[in-house]
């Protein structure tokens, strides 16, 4: 099984910058597609920014232009760089992976998620 670790959240002033990161733990053949999700209070869970294992990376409309995703060439480290930061963007951030584990069964993983929290 693989584990994923977030860090980096924080409360911060609109306008300013945050990074989240996400580490990756366990015996993987390969990580292919990974991604930050993000969830506010009340509302469902949003796809924000992906690396696809092509290595195309989409964003939310919200975010394009704000957020920059990048990760290492295994991505077993995963990074969401966000700038100008808006009230709007106060939630819970979640990194997510999937691809190959131990025996080359598929794995779909979550991490516990960071609270980002940005005032006005």
């Known amino acids: 099984q693989v584990q994923l670790t977030e860090s980096g959240g924080g409360s911060v002033q609109a306008g300013t910058s945050l990074r989240l990161s996400c580490e990756s733990f366990?015996?993987?053949?390969?990580?292919?597609?990974v991604a930050w999700y993000r969830q506010a209070p009340g509302k469902q869970r949003e796809l924000v920014a992906e690396?696809?294992?092509?290595?195309?990376?989409n964003y939310a409309d919200s975010v394009k232009g704000r957020f920059t995703i990048s990760a290492s060439n295994t991505k077993t480290s995963v990074y969401l760089q966000m700038n100008s930061l808006k009230p709007e963007d106060t939630a819970v951030y979640y990194c997510h992976a999937t691809g190959y584990g131990k025996g080359y069964l598929p794995f779909d993983s979550w991490g516990q998620g960071t609270q980002v929290t940005v005032s006005s």
């Open positions: 690396i696809t294992s092509g290595g195309i990376s």
């Open positions: 366990g015996t993987f053949f390969s990580i292919d597609d």
